[in-house]
Structures are given as structure tokens and as C-alpha cells.
């Protein structure tokens, strides 16, 4: 059985009240309930871990490695501006998908430059809650080869 992390970085657990015009209605149970089947109806194993903490993603994507065939991944602000979530994504050997709810190149300039994609096979953004799914699909995808 294929095995994925899904992890969301900072202020994703105030999904559905957090400017729903830009992020949607959809809390982050209501996200990771619909990964969660998406993933089952694929006899896909999903973990999920989100934080607000650097250290914390970093030490799931690190443990990760022991048990997990790949990363779906939203590192929310951080896609801007860690190199160190960077860095694990890629010394994780882990192939990652980055996901984001909104498309963040119609959003403001800052969000159009991405730090963790480089370590990402691909990146799927502006679908909503579609953009996890798609980005499961696209993962395992890239798994199958």
C-alpha cells in the first residue's frame, strides 16, 4: 500500500474562517476528510500533520522518510520564505507535490515566488480543495512512472 504524508504549514487549521473569499469555506478537517477518501478510493494510506511551528513540519517531513512513499504538501507562508522546509523536502528523498487552495500567481507579487517548489515535482494551486486531490493524483502518478 502507498503511503502519504499530507502536511499543511501555518494558519491552514483557521481554513473556513480565515478570508474565505480567497481560501473557501472549507475548514482543514473538512480538507483532510476529502483527501483522506480521495486517497482510500486509491488503497492510499494518508498521515496528515499541520503546524504552526517550522521545527514541527520539518520533524514530520524527517520521520517521513521511514515510512512514507511520498509528500503532498501546503507550506501555506512558508512557501515564500523557508529555505530550511526547502531543505528537508529534499533531503527527505521524498518526491512532493505543493498544493495551494488559491492560485497565488493572481495574488499579490511577494506570493508569486515559491522557495519549496524547486524541491517539489510540481505544484497544482488555485483549485480550492480540488488542488489536494489533484495533487494526489499527480503524485502518485509520478510513483507509478
Do not use: K
Not at 523536502?89 to 517548489?117: D, K, M, Q
Amino acid at each position: 500500500m502507498v503511503a502519504l504524508l499530507l502536511a499543511n504549514g501555518p494558519n491552514l487549521n483557521l481554513l473556513g474562517t480565515r478570508e474565505p473569499d480567497v481560501y473557501g469555506a472549507a475548514t482543514l478537517d473538512d480538507v483532510v476528510g476529502a483527501v483522506r477518501a480521495h486517497a482510500a478510493d486509491r488503497d492510499v494510506e494518508v498521515r496528515d500533520v499541520q503546524s504552526n511551528h517550522e521545527g514541527d513540519l520539518l520533524e514530520a517531513i524527517h520521520e517521513a522518510r521511514s515510512w512514507a512513499d511520498g509528500l503532498v504538501i501546503n507550506p501555506g507562508g512558508w512557501t515564500h520564505t523557508s529555505v530550511a522546509l526547502r531543505d528537508a523536502i529534499a533531503a527527505s528523498g521524498l518526491p512532493a507535490v505543493e498544493v495551494h487552495l488559491s492560485n497565488v500567481h493572481a495574488r499579490e507579487p511577494f506570493r508569486h515566488t515559491s522557495v519549496t517548489a524547486g524541491a517539489c515535482v510540481g505544484v497544482v494551486a488555485g483549485f480550492g480543495v480540488a488542488s489536494y486531490l489533484l495533487g494526489v493524483d499527480a503524485l502518485l502518478g509520478h510513483l507509478e512512472g
